[in-house]
């Protein structure tokens, strides 16, 4: 029975610590980069002003798939912090693996695509697209990042990962990862969306993309699911390459630095054209992805 109430109190606590997290990430972006242009910026907690002004204000849909896609994308990144240990919480340890998480993933770019869909706007297409191809760019390299680290730990448990972890080093630190973990954060710009990969909400270029018909409590759902994949992202790095934490502020500690190192390249670099995004996501990220596979399986054969 208490094991019972741990499990229930660590499901509904996971979700809600993963948005507080990826919402202070979200100000803090903002904040960050307005130093950097020479600017004051808004304060920390602007997102959050923000959506409550937003969940206050007139919402229009544009049918049942416009609503539900959302909640889609939004339930599949709660389902995905359910799986990822965040200090020494993780709800669902024993119940998949980093492949599961991988599938699950796509259910986020999948449900935004169906809501956004229904706005029959020029826009939204086009920002659909590049959100798919984007997708697409990032997933071949990631997938043989994880089978490096499953190859490498002979396991598919992301628990187990953390914790061999713990007891022998960073798989960073270590050969046979060094190349896997680079090619990871060589890509973590593009999973996140940020410069040089935000084509896909590119406001000068078409107006936001698949959120230009988001408005009210829609806009605000978008952001909350933003937070959660930048959270699920980086959280995701941490565990496989930076040994998890032992505690929660530990992990908020290693997320924080990893996030501040790609708002880093955000300031720096503009943005890809499509086409020269796919050509570096299958050029560096997944030749040094494939060369650290093949290593982890020549080593560990």
Same mark, same amino acid.
């Given at each position: 029975?208490?094991?019972?109430?741990?499990?229930?109190?660590?499901?509904?606590?996971?979700?809600?610590?993963?948005?507080?997290?990826?919402?202070?990430?979200?100000?803090?972006a903002?904040?960050?980069?307005?130093?950097?242009?020479?600017r004051?910026?808004?304060? =920390? $907690?602007? *997102?959050? /002003?923000?959506? %409550? &002004?937003l969940?206050?204000?007139? !919402?229009?849909?544009?049918?049942?798939?416009?609503?539900?896609?959302?909640?889609?994308?939004?339930?599949?990144?709660?389902?995905?912090?359910?799986?990822?240990?965040?200090g020494?919480?993780?709800?669902?340890?024993?119940s998949?693996?980093l492949?599961?998480?991988?599938?699950?993933?796509?259910?986020?770019?999948l449900?935004?695509?169906?809501?956004?869909?229904?706005?029959?706007?020029?826009?939204?297409?086009?920002?659909?697209?590049?959100?798919?191809?984007?997708?697409?760019?990032?997933?071949?390299?990631l997938?043989?990042?994880?089978?490096?680290?499953?190859?490498?730990?002979?396991?598919?448990?992301?628990?187990?990962?953390?914790?061999?972890?713990?007891?022998?080093?960073?798989?960073?630190?270590?050969?046979?990862l060094?190349?896997?973990?680079?090619?990871?954060? =060589? $890509?973590? *710009?593009? /999973?996140?969306? %940020? &410069?040089?990969f935000?084509?896909? !909400?590119?406001?000068?270029?078409i107006?936001?993309?698949?959120?230009?018909?988001?408005?009210?409590?829609?806009?605000?759902?978008?952001?909350?699911?933003?937070?959660?994949?930048?959270?699920?992202?980086?959280?995701?790095?941490?565990?496989?390459?930076?040994?998890?934490a032992?505690?929660?502020?530990?992990?908020?500690?290693?997320m924080?630095?990893?996030f501040v190192?790609?708002?880093?390249?955000?300031?720096?670099?503009?943005?890809?054209?499509?086409?020269?995004?796919?050509?570096?996501?299958?050029?560096?990220?997944?030749?040094?992805?494939?060369?650290?596979?093949?290593?982890?399986?020549?080593?560990?054969?």
């Amino acid at each position: 029975m208490e094991n019972m109430v741990v499990k229930i109190t660590q499901i509904i606590l996971s979700p809600i610590l993963a948005l507080i997290v990826g919402v202070f990430f979200l100000g803090l972006a903002r904040k960050i980069m307005a130093r950097i242009h020479w600017r004051y910026g808004p304060p =920390l $907690i602007q *997102p959050v /002003i923000d959506m %409550i &002004r937003l969940f206050y204000q007139k !919402s229009v849909s544009h049918g049942r798939m416009f609503d539900l896609g959302i909640i889609l994308s939004l339930a599949g990144s709660i389902v995905v912090v359910l799986f990822l240990p965040f200090g020494q919480i993780c709800p669902l340890a024993g119940s998949g693996g980093l492949l599961v998480i991988l599938y699950i993933m796509l259910l986020a770019p999948l449900g935004l695509a169906l809501s956004a869909g229904q706005g029959a706007n020029p826009n939204i297409s086009i920002g659909i697209s590049r959100k798919f191809i984007l997708t697409l760019g990032y997933e071949a390299p990631l997938l043989l990042v994880l089978l490096s680290v499953m190859t490498h730990y002979k396991t598919i448990s992301i628990m187990e990962v953390v914790n061999i972890q713990q007891r022998t080093g960073w798989s960073i630190i270590s050969f046979p990862l060094f190349l896997s973990g680079l090619a990871y954060f =060589l $890509i973590l *710009p593009a /999973i996140l969306g %940020i &410069r040089p990969f935000d084509m896909t !909400s590119a406001t000068q270029e078409i107006s936001s993309g698949p959120m230009v018909e988001y408005g009210g409590k829609y806009l605000a759902l978008t952001v909350l699911e933003h937070a959660l994949v930048l959270f699920i992202s980086i959280a995701l790095f941490v565990n496989l390459f930076l040994g998890g934490a032992g505690n929660i502020v530990s992990f908020f500690m290693k997320m924080l630095v990893v996030f501040v190192l790609c708002l880093c390249i955000n300031a720096v670099f503009p943005r890809f054209r499509i086409e020269q995004a796919i050509k570096y996501l299958w050029k560096w990220p997944t030749l040094l992805a494939f060369l650290g596979l093949i290593t982890t399986i020549a080593i560990r054969s």
